[in-house]
């Protein structure tokens, strides 16, 4: 049988997901530049700037987009490029566990800051 | 009167003879009444009739002679022989990402499924009045730039998410169509049509490319329909 | 090897305006139906149609069906039948409103009704003055109208088969149709699509003459096929030629260009049509604006370094009418004329556009053909509707807008009829007759098998060279002998056409050949007919008919009011009365035809 389900209803809210993301990130990307711009210098200056409870607030919602943004995007290539069921979902499984990973770890590396 | 000798390379392919297919290098004699490369493809069907390709109206209204000319998707009835570069050979392919039947004559199944699948017509369950129903011409304008395509699927096969997804994926020409039925106002269907988009695939596979404005031989614009309906979801949903 | 028999209730040959009309019908009412197509519907060539259809909605100002009747009674010079001609305009606004319920997107008048344009000899009360009564959706009304009909069939689930060509018509001992045989393009195949009801709905043959505004496939199928079976063909001497064909190309720009307020100008600049039609003036019947645009060019008054063209002004208009109105002209204009509309007047020439003639019906759609009972015995089985049918609702000559009306109103009325047909009918298909199949078969056989035969190409060539020379806009009483003598010749190589390409996928070199044998029947039969009418009427004028008191214009009601009927085998000419009385009105009487 070759019959085509579609109509998962989530297109949407990725898609969204994605927009809302990018402006986050984009965001982040300014406000560093700024703070280069700014002479934020050497290891000292970069931790007083992440003392702040804002930065840090901020930089967290840069990870936590940076993730999500990727998840959406690797899975739609996985999608894409990998019909089989099953390595798709292997795949799927190794993206996500992985994000989780890099943001759990990154978001470590700043509250140890 | 004036000739003059253009090269072609063209894409070849019977199934019944040959194992794979080759591309053809062939000549052919074209006089000044010849303009389009459709009056050339003639030409050559003249001098070797087994060339294949599909044509009808020649006057860019019916959507059959939708070729890959030199490397981008238009239609050879409106494609004018002066615009060739001197001394390079017209390279002719099938419309890509479709199963090719015979050289240029490519299957559009998938296509037409796809078109189909939007339910292209109009729904409107109040009883019909005894005259016509009643649009402003404002709201008419509406559709306008969306009723005035031909089918010829040069937008659709230049399409890389349709490459990919030729099954899930609506495609530019049946979103166009699919928008030119939420932008009826005479259509009561919307939230349906929008609900059967509501898809990673069925819509969201467009991400705005645009390679199907780049060659739609009629100067329309499935990006900008397919933004508008992406809008009105989110309308919908917040 | 028998081919593979197919049953349904009915078959349609032809899926443009007529065909898809007719399948909406049958569809809807549950009848197992298939609808056989050359080319994928939307590619008919209905799609080309530019200007609109004709109805008397009175959207803008005051309109009804009897004023339409009578213009189209004079427009057809009195060769209509009068009874089909009532039943067609009296049904246009009915069929025009249901388009516009399938979804058709026409344009509007600001208070939301349907905008209607003027067109050429259409007037208000009975030929006074021009009057709105062409319903349009800019100029691209064919493509919307032909749109939302196969859109409509995919909502009726019409099971459709694309790039199929019908072959050749099954028919029994007793006359009865009993289906078609029918080529699958793709693969070569042969099929018997065995039905109870076959409806013709081919389209026209303009591709018999070498300067034509049709698509290449309309080469008379639906013709020819009859034509083999013993159906006569009726009035083959009418072909419209379109006064405005873009010069050279011979692309359409439609008659809504001037009823949008285009002017045509010969090499002085002047408005010529005044001096012929004082009344209508650029608006007049097409037959009167080609023959004046003609005679135009032939008295050394034509355009350009031969002098062999007029022009088509609308640099007066406003562009912002232009880009609404007529957006899709523009577009031709550049792409064929090399001229932008805004800013130069457009090159063009009368172009051979629409077969009058066609296999004989009445309103209903039936094929009727002269029996011994009366002179419009009803084929049974068989229907056919728009261009290739002649009701006859044109007659001598066709008003613009009136075609698009035709396949709606006949594509509908042979629906009904065949729907009402199949409902009283017996559940058991007729056997079919082997000869019959093999006839079918034996033509595909002979053109395989072919050595030492005609180019197509060539051929082909010779027979649209000789139309174009032979039977024009004016007719010469000598060319037309010679024509006979000459289309007949041609008619020999087409017997023995050769192919190079035998192969079976999509062999397009066959379907041409095969496409060249129908051509060749609506050659034959134009050029016969039009000879043997020693008159003037509509689109046929001859030379040798003068203007008399007794004729005027040459027209010559004593001896020529009737329809000519046009038998293959042997050629023969036969005539039948035309249909004077109408359903339910008086006779719009005899008179001269002046606009």
Redesign the interface.
């Known amino acids: 049988m070759d019959r085509i389900v579609v109509g998962a209803h989530y297109g949407l809210k990725d898609w969204l997901t994605q927009r809302i993301t990018g402006i986050v990130m984009a965001l982040y990307t300014l406000f560093m530049a700024a703070a280069l711009l700014a002479g934020v210098n050497g290891q000292e200056g970069w931790r007083a700037l992440m003392s702040h409870g804002f930065v840090r607030f901020f930089t967290f919602l840069f990870i936590i987009s940076l993730c999500w943004h990727a998840w959406i995007g690797v899975r739609d290539i996985w999608m894409d490029y990998v019909k089989p069921a099953g390595i798709r979902l292997t795949l799927h499984s190794l993206t996500a566990i992985a994000l989780i990973g890099y943001a759990g770890w990154a978001i470590q590396v700043i509250w140890r800051l | 009167m004036t000739t003059r000798t253009l090269q072609f390379k063209i894409y070849r392919y019977?199934?019944?003879?040959d194992q794979k297919p080759y591309m053809q290098d062939i000549s052919v004699e074209v006089d000044s009444?010849d303009?389009k490369l459709l009056d050339a493809l003639v030409k050559l069907?003249?001098v070797?009739?087994?060339i294949?390709?599909?044509?009808?109206?020649?006057?860019?209204?019916?959507?059959?002679d939708a070729l890959n000319i030199n490397g981008k998707n238009g239609l050879a009835c409106?494609t004018?022989l002066n615009t060739f570069p001197e001394g390079k050979p017209i390279v002719l392919r099938p419309l890509p990402g479709l199963p090719v039947?015979?050289?240029l004559?490519v299957d559009?199944t998938q296509f037409?499924k796809q078109y189909?699948s939007i339910?292209?017509?109009?729904i409107?369950n109040d009883p019909?009045p005894?005259?016509?129903?009643?649009?402003?011409?404002e709201?008419?304008e509406e559709?306008n730039g969306l009723?005035?395509c031909?089918?010829c699927a040069c937008c659709s096969t230049a399409c890389p998410s349709f490459w990919?997804?030729p099954?899930?994926f609506v495609g530019p020409a049946g979103l166009l169509a699919a928008y030119r039925?939420i932008a009826?106002t005479?259509?009561q269907a919307t939230s349906e049509r929008l609900?059967?988009?509501?898809?990673?695939?069925?819509?969201?596979r467009c991400h705005t490319i645009m390679n199907c404005v780049d060659v739609c031989p009629k100067g329309l614009n499935p990006t900008l329909a397919i933004g508008k309906i992406?809008a009105m979801?989110?309308k919908r949903?917040i | 090897m028998n081919p593979t028999v197919r049953k349904f209730d009915a078959v349609i040959v032809g899926a443009g305006g007529a065909g898809l009309r007719a399948a909406i019908q049958l569809s809807e009412s549950g009848f197992k139906t298939a609808v056989i197509t050359k080319v994928f519907p939307t590619r008919s060539h209905t799609v080309a149609a530019q200007g609109g259809v004709a109805a008397s909605l009175g959207n803008s100002e005051e309109d009804n069906w009897h004023w339409h009747m009578y213009d189209t009674v004079k427009g057809s010079d009195w060769l209509g039948d009068q009874d089909a001609i009532e039943f067609m305009c009296k049904k246009a606004n009915e069929c025009v409103i249901e388009l516009e319920h399938y979804g058709m997107p026409f344009d509007r008048l600001d208070n939301g009704r349907i905008y209607q344009r003027p067109f050429g000899g259409h007037m208000s009360n009975f030929g006074e003055k021009p009057v709105r009564r062409s319903c349009a959706a800019a100029d691209r009304t064919g493509h919307a109208m032909l749109h939302a009909m196969y859109q409509r069939n995919v909502k009726a689930n019409t099971q459709f088969f694309v790039e199929w060509m019908a072959l050749d018509l099954v028919r029994d001992a007793e006359g009865e149709v009993l289906g078609v045989t029918a080529m699958d393009m793709e693969t070569g195949e042969i099929v018997v699509f065995h039905a109870k009801a076959t409806i013709f709905a081919t389209g026209g043959a303009g591709r018999i003459y070498y300067s034509s505004t049709n698509a290449f496939i309309n080469t008379g199928d639906g013709l020819g096929i009859a034509a083999r079976a013993g159906i006569p063909l009726e009035d083959m001497e009418f072909w419209q030629f379109h006064p405005t064909g873009v010069a050279g190309a011979g692309v359409l720009i439609t008659e809504g260009v001037r009823g949008e307020g285009g002017i045509l100008r010969n090499a002085q600049g002047e408005r010529f049509m005044e001096r012929y039609a004082p009344n209508a003036k650029d608006l007049a019947s097409r037959d009167v604006v080609s023959r004046a645009m003609t005679t135009e060019i032939n008295e050394g008054r034509g355009c350009g370094p031969n002098k062999d063209f007029v022009l088509l002004d609308i640099t007066h208009l406003d562009p912002a009418t232009i880009m609404k109105r007529l957006p899709g002209i523009r577009e031709i204009a550049i792409q064929f004329a090399g001229v932008d509309c805004i800013k130069e007047p457009i090159p063009v020439v009368p172009t051979c556009h629409y077969q009058m003639g066609g296999i004989p019906t009445n309103y209903n759609g039936q094929v009727v053909i002269p029996g011994k009972r009366s002179q419009n015995e009803i084929v049974p089985g068989f229907y056919a509707a728009g261009e290739c049918a002649c009701a006859s609702v044109h007659g001598a000559n066709r008003l613009g807008t009136n075609s698009l009306l035709d396949l709606l109103v006949f594509g509908k009325s042979a629906g009904e009829t065949a729907v009402e047909t199949l409902k009283l009918s017996p559940k058991a298909h007729k056997d079919l007759p082997q000869s019959e199949i093999d006839r079918a078969l034996a033509r595909v056989d002979r053109l395989n098998s072919q050595k030492d035969g005609a180019n197509v190409h060539e051929t082909r060539l010779a027979m649209q060279r000789t139309m174009q020379k032979h039977a024009g806009v004016f007719r010469f009483a000598d060319l037309l002998k010679e024509g006979v003598e000459k289309i007949l010749e041609v008619q020999k190589d087409v017997q023995r056409t050769e192919i190079k390409d035998k192969s079976k996928v999509f062999n397009t070199a066959r379907i041409e050949a095969l496409e060249l044998d129908n051509l060749i029947e609506v050659a034959v039969s134009t050029m016969i007919s039009a000879e043997a009418r020693k008159e003037s009427r509509g689109a046929h004028v001859r030379n040798d008919c003068p203007d008399t008191a007794e004729c005027p214009d040459g027209r010559d009601d004593k001896n020529w009011l009737k329809h000519s009927l046009w038998y293959k085998e042997g050629n023969r000419l036969d005539y039948k009365s035309v249909k004077l009385t109408p359903l339910t009105v008086e006779t719009i009487a005899l008179k001269k035809r002046a606009y």
Not at chain 2, 52 to 64: I, L, P, T
Not at chain 2, 119 to 122: E, F, G, Q
Not at chain 2, 195 to 204: G, V
Request: proline share 7%; aromatic share 10%; glycine share 2%.
């Open positions: 019977d199934p019944d003879k009444t303009r069907k003249a070797d009739d087994a294949s390709f599909r044509r009808s109206c020649r006057e860019g209204v019916c959507g059959s409106l004018d039947i015979r050289d004559i559009m037409f189909h339910k292209p017509y109009l409107n019909p005894e005259r016509e129903r009643l649009q402003s011409p709201d008419r559709l009723y005035e031909i089918l990919w997804n099954d899930k039925f009826d005479r259509d609900d059967n988009l509501e898809d990673p695939y069925r819509l969201f992406k979801m989110v949903a």
